[in-house]
Nanobody
Framework: QVQLVESGGGLVQAGGSLRLSCAASGRTFSNYVMGWFRQAPGKEREFVATIRRSGVTTYYADSVKGRFTISRDNAKNTVYLQMNSLKPEDTAVYYC????????????WGQGTQVTVSS
């Protein structure tokens, strides 16, 4: 089992920045691919970004590319999402998740942290 706890959400004006953190405990953090997802009210959960185990390879949704940066610190068992140039449409609950690199399904999820961007 992997336990994930997000933090860093809040209220920010459009154009502002936030950094989300996700602290992991349980099994070896560096064994897992980590991802960030979000869910806005009335919408389905969507992919935001993912980072491979070494931290070198990352992928982003087109909607956040160039504005968000995912990173990880395997020594601290933490994954981050730096969000810049925030827009009102970025408002959502943000979740971090972990998956085995051999599979496609994210098996472990945090409880989520609310991000609200005011116009």
């Amino acid at each position: 089992q992997v336990q994930l706890v997000e933090s860093g959400g809040g209220l920010v004006q459009a154009g502002g920045s936030l950094r989300l953190s996700c602290a992991a405990s349980g099994r070896t953090f560096s064994n897992y691919v980590m991802g960030w997802f979000r869910q806005a009210p009335g919408k389905e959960r969507e992919f935001v970004a993912t980072i491979r185990r070494s931290g070198v390879t990352t992928y982003y949704a087109d909607s956040v590319k160039g504005r968000f940066t995912i990173s990880r610190d395997n020594a601290k068992n933490t994954v981050y999402l730096q969000m810049n140039s925030l827009k009102p449409e970025d408002t959502a609950v943000y979740y971090c998740a972990a998956r085995d690199p051999r599979g496609d399904i994210y098996d472990y999820w945090g409880q989520g942290t609310q991000v609200t961007v005011s116009s």
